[in-house]
């Protein structure tokens, strides 16, 4: 959210500078002006390439396909509202020119698209909560999915009606700025820096902490109760001698643990941890510098401010990297334009796409040393299994 910030990082309107001073200002905005350019391409890039691989995915129809491509668009809009308009306002006009009832409608849209990116990433972990913890009950609950996102968006856009009222153009320095009316009323400045702060942070770390928190433990619990896989021994020509009760019982359990936690459903959770740790890491300084501020703690300065304003920004444009170095399909589906494929060989998320060998399938790539010819269909069905799991239960 643009929270008050233009009254910490539009300093150079505050003072008469020498000539020094002004050779340094400017200076100072010219790397804002490259680090916005920056993020702004960054974020329109990197998710409309998400975008992009999520239409012509095979599996779009999967649940996290579908909050990813949430997630995505709220980034976007991030990138417009938030990055493009610090870039017109601090580097070209550096006074608002647009008027009051502009100043609130971008204010307004301002905050509700960075709550829309939490609120997103809550929608995202409860489904993958409820995809792990409930499984059965669970299963092609697409309704709920929609339910869910649909109120991922509508909430940040009610509770943002606070800029409404809280910003309006003010006349300051050497021109007219859209700012926050509460810098002489402590009182509420506090109440409304702890609000902004709770719907745009806490509220959502306590809600996906839980149910993170509750799936590893899940899974901790789903593992041990598998035991360990019990591995046929096999003499000196190679012939497979199982274990036929062990092995028949150790199937058995495999089998039925495959479909409470599938591999699949485990990578989509190291993804949506990865964002998880990123929103963390993005927005926390950001969060404790203004709450210590409001609270007249600490004094930061003003190219202190300039630089933690930027980092939920940054939040949008990492969020896309990590789609690439977790997610497989949208690799795959990036990798099917040649500039993008090229450079898969250099990246280290994921190589670079080679033509499939004709007449190969993946069921071929099973142990041949397992004569045993219930082994080997057992091996066979699994990578069958993994196969379908892989394509329908994201």
Excluded at 127 to 141: E, H, K, Q, T
Excluded at 175 to 194: A, H, P, R
Excluded at 385 to 390: A, C, D, F, P
Aim: proline share 4%; with cysteine; net charge positive.
């Amino acid at each position: 959210m643009d929270y008050n910030m233009d009254n910490y990082t539009d300093f150079w309107t505050e003072m008469t500078p020498t000539t020094k001073e002004v050779s340094r200002i400017v200076l100072y905005r010219d790397l804002q002006l490259i680090v916005l350019w920056s993020l702004f391409i960054s974020i329109l890039i990197g998710n409309g390439a998400v975008l992009f691989a999520l239409y012509t995915v095979r599996h779009k129809k999967s649940r996290m396909n579908f909050f990813v491509m949430n997630l995505a668009i709220s980034d976007i809009i991030v990138g417009f509202f938030e990055v493009l308009v610090q870039l017109i306002h601090r580097g070209y006009t550096g006074t608002w020119e647009t008027g009051n009832i502009a100043c609130k409608l971008v204010k307004y849209i301002q905050a509700a698209s960075l709550t829309a990116s939490s609120c997103q990433l809550v929608a995202l972990s409860v489904d993958r909560y409820l995809a792990i913890i409930y499984p059965m009950n669970f299963s092609g609950r697409s309704r709920r999915a929609h339910m869910m996102a649909a109120a991922a968006w509508i909430t940040p856009f009610i509770t943002s009606i606070t800029s409404l009222h809280i910003f309006e153009i003010r006349e300051h320095g050497e021109g007219t700025q859209c700012w926050m009316v509460l810098e002489n009323e402590n009182l509420k400045l506090k109440l409304y820096t702890i609000y902004v702060m709770c719907i745009l942070f806490f509220i959502p770390l306590v809600v996906i902490l839980f149910c993170y928190c509750s799936i590893i433990i899940t899974i901790w619990k789903k593992s041990k109760m598998m035991g360990p896989n019990i591995k046929p021994a096999s003499n000196k020509k190679g012939n497979n001698y199982d274990n036929l009760k062990a092995d028949e019982g150790s199937r058995s359990h495999r089998a039925s643990s495959r479909g409470l936690i599938p591999k699949a459903k485990v990578k989509t959770i190291y993804i949506t941890l990865s964002i998880v740790i990123a929103f963390v890491l993005c927005w926390s300084p950001f969060i404790f510098t203004y709450l210590l501020a409001a609270f007249q703690v600490i004094q930061p300065s003003a190219k202190l401010m300039a630089v933690i304003a930027n980092l939920p920004a940054i939040n949008s444009a990492v969020n896309p990297l990590i789609y690439g170095i977790f997610s497989t399909n949208l690799c795959r589906e990036l990798k099917r334009i040649p500039v993008i494929n090229w450079f898969a060989g250099v990246l280290p998320c994921c190589t670079a796409r080679k033509k499939a060998e004709p007449g190969f399938t993946r069921a071929m790539y099973t142990r041949t040393e397992n004569t045993n010819m219930d082994y080997s269909v057992t091996t066979c069905e699994q990578d069958s299994e993994r196969i379908k799991l892989g394509q329908t239960s994201k």
